[in-house]
DNA sequence: CCAAACAGGACCTAGTTGGTCCCGTTAAAA
DNA sequence: TTTTAACGGGACCAACTAGGTCCTGTTTGG
């Protein structure tokens, strides 16, 4: 059903955190937003990586180092997150990467079928930024606290 | 990156060789089709019983039987495709199906908060029909015999 | 010099999916 | 009435992918 990697759930998490509780993009550590969110630290360094190399956050080595957005959460849009964790948005079907060719090649009826709807949601999720969601989320104090929701919702 | 079902991208191929080739529904049964699309067999009938258990197609049984669109290409828009294939449309990053709340739940950051991104990817997959996608196919004459590209396409 | 934190891998496990097969039921045709 | 072609609905197996962990550098502030 479309399944988005938890990985890109995390990332969004993990963004938001990163987002301004106060005024300054402060810095923040890996361990320290693992304990903020919850996420395991090994879990959570490794979405930091993903998210300094495709730029969307910069790092600062060594002692006292730690991470800070590069771009307000408004200026981040789903797509790029997504981009950055799960690679190229695209709707794929065939495997890629397998390099060969497809193997009913001659009259193969899907070649391009796909890209106006690869479109289509390229768009749905550059146009919506990571402040969008995180004003979408429900207030802690409307959640119930026990066994509550989960992170899905179907349409 | 967005994996969509091999699943559904045979369904799309299925459904779009039931659709008009002349001008009335004629029933194709399903040995007919895997050998018109190249995909085998036992794959067609899986994807025709999803179809049918869906109301996209309409079935008749016994000798003689097979399948028939029940709505023109036009009228079936590819996030019915999905749905009927893949369950319903949603970005899905929590196990779900798991039954069990949320580990994280009292202080889960997410709830809710891909909403407004599966509404947009909804609203985008129902605007398009699967005779949309019929003519964005390119024309087989045009396509490289040989080795050609992949089903998928990237944004 | 030491400690804290990032960088970049390798690696293992488990879950999902793709794909096949089997058997029962239906219904048209011989 | 018998036969045959096709759908219906499972069960089942195998392969792949991704989630998650860990280990070993390298950097840099105290």
């Given amino acids: 059903m479309l399944r988005l990697s938890k990985l ?13 509780e106060g005024a300054e993009p402060e810095v923040q550590t890996s361990p320290g937003i693992a304990a903020a969110t ?9 979405v930091l990586k993903a998210l300094t190399a ?6 600062q080595r060594g ?8 771009r307000p959460l408004a200026a981040i849009p789903v797509a790029d997150v997504i981009a950055a964790i799960d690679g190229p948005i695209a709707l794929t079907a065939c495997v890629e990467g397998s390099g060969s060719e497809c193997e009913s090649r001659g009259f193969c ?16 999720l550059t146009g ?7 004003v979408a989320a429900v207030p802690r104090a409307l959640r119930a606290p026990i ?7 179907s349409l």
């Avoid at 495709?54 to 790092?59: F, P, Q, T, Y």
């Avoid at 002692?63 to 590069?70: E, I, K, M, T």
Wanted: hydrophobic letters at 45%; glycine letters at 10%; a positive charge.
């Fill in 8 to 20: 890109t759930d995390y990332a969004v998490v993990v963004l938001v955190r990163l987002g301004p």
């Fill in 38 to 46: 919850g996420i395991p630290e090994p879990t959570v360094a490794k």
């Fill in 54 to 59: 495709s730029g969307l956050v910069a790092s």
């Fill in 63 to 70: 002692a006292r180092g730690g991470y800070r957005l590069n």
């Fill in 109 to 124: 009826p899907m070649a391009g079928r796909w890209d106006p709807v690869n479109a289509a949601i390229r768009d749905a």
């Fill in 128 to 134: 919506i930024s990571l402040a969008d969601m995180q």
């Fill in 147 to 153: 066994a509550p929701r989960l992170h899905s919702a």
